[in-house]
């Protein structure tokens, strides 16, 4: 009688911390995805900013210390020989994720798609840069322009699924 007492109340115990820990781990969980989410929200609050601040400067995230007025012969020095398709008048670095436009051997406009962007949305950089100083609808997405110092900034956003809303960014141009 005694060994089904204690078998029993070792099985309660057993029962019990079985329960308590699978509800702690349900919260730790749930606690893990709030931070991972506030995290990115974090990170592209940043990626925004530097987005700004380097447009300011005639730069994309991924240009280097390359910029509106730039010489071209200087990025093919220093990144190598462009990709097929390129010219005098625009240089893509495909692996880079840039190409960079040019008129008479001087930047005027760079196009980024860094890895950076991904995911970020509409409504993030809406919240972080405020209202653009124009905006359009095109074809494949909506395009936001922001004064940048004496540049623009012009984002390019993809739209959802159902097509009729700017979701995450496309692509980022300055000039």
Do not use: C
């Not at 097509?163 to 300055?174: C, F, L, Q, Y």
């Amino acid at each position: 009688m005694k060994n089904w007492k204690n078998t029993a109340i070792a099985f309660s115990l057993a029962t019990g911390l079985f329960i308590t820990g699978v509800a702690t781990t349900t919260i730790n969980v749930t606690h893990a995805a709030e931070k991972k989410v506030e995290i990115h929200q974090i990170v592209h609050q940043q990626t925004i900013k530097e987005m700004k601040k380097r447009a300011i400067a005639g730069k994309t995230t991924n240009s280097e210390n390359f910029s509106i007025g730039s010489k071209t012969k200087d990025i093919v020095k220093k990144w190598g020989k462009p990709d097929q398709g390129s010219d005098a008048e625009y240089l893509g670095y495909n692996k880079r994720k840039i190409g960079f436009f040019a008129t008479s051997g001087r930047v005027n406009l760079i196009v980024s798609n860094d890895k950076k962007y991904s995911g970020i949305t509409y409504k993030e950089v809406k919240r972080e840069l405020g209202k653009p100083s124009k905006e359009r609808k095109g074809e494949d997405g909506i395009y936001v322009t922001y004064k940048a110092g004496k540049h623009a900034l012009e984002i390019a956003f993809y739209y959802n699924k159902a097509g009729n809303a700017p979701d995450t960014i496309k692509e980022v141009s300055v000039y």
